[in-house]
């Protein structure tokens, strides 16, 4: 089982990026889902989240900016980005409860220019 992210990139700031986060193998079940990210030097930030209902939160430094969703017939997480601040610049992780167990998917690096 593994998750496979994509979509990262260079883009200036005010620019928009989708990322997305695909998974693969045998997996039964389909549980909540994350976006986080990392800058060198500094923790992993949570930065959006989607529950196996639907619902959807957003870290306050992104919202009204990303939207988190969830494609249940592709098996993929993707996080839409608008109006990216340099701020944004980070690798993105996504997350997400497998079969019961957390899967970290490799990181993807969005670097917004100023």
């Known amino acids: 089982v593994q998750l496979q992210a994509s979509g990262g990139g260079l883009v200036q700031a005010g620019g928009s990026l989708r990322l997305s986060c695909a998974a693969s193998?045998?997996?039964?079940?389909?549980?909540?889902g994350a976006w986080f990210r990392q800058v060198p030097g500094k923790p992993r930030e949570w930065v959006a989240g989607?529950?196996?209902?639907?619902?959807?939160d957003h870290a306050d430094s992104v919202k009204g900016r990303f939207t988190i969703s969830r494609d249940n017939a592709k098996n993929t997480l993707d996080l839409q980005m608008n109006s990216l601040k340099p701020e944004d610049t980070a690798v993105y992780y996504c997350n997400r409860i497998l079969d019961s167990r957390s899967v970290w998917g490799r990181g993807t690096l969005v670097t917004v220019s100023s």
């Open positions: 193998g045998r997996i039964l079940s389909f549980g909540s």
């Open positions: 989607i529950t196996v209902g639907g619902s959807t």
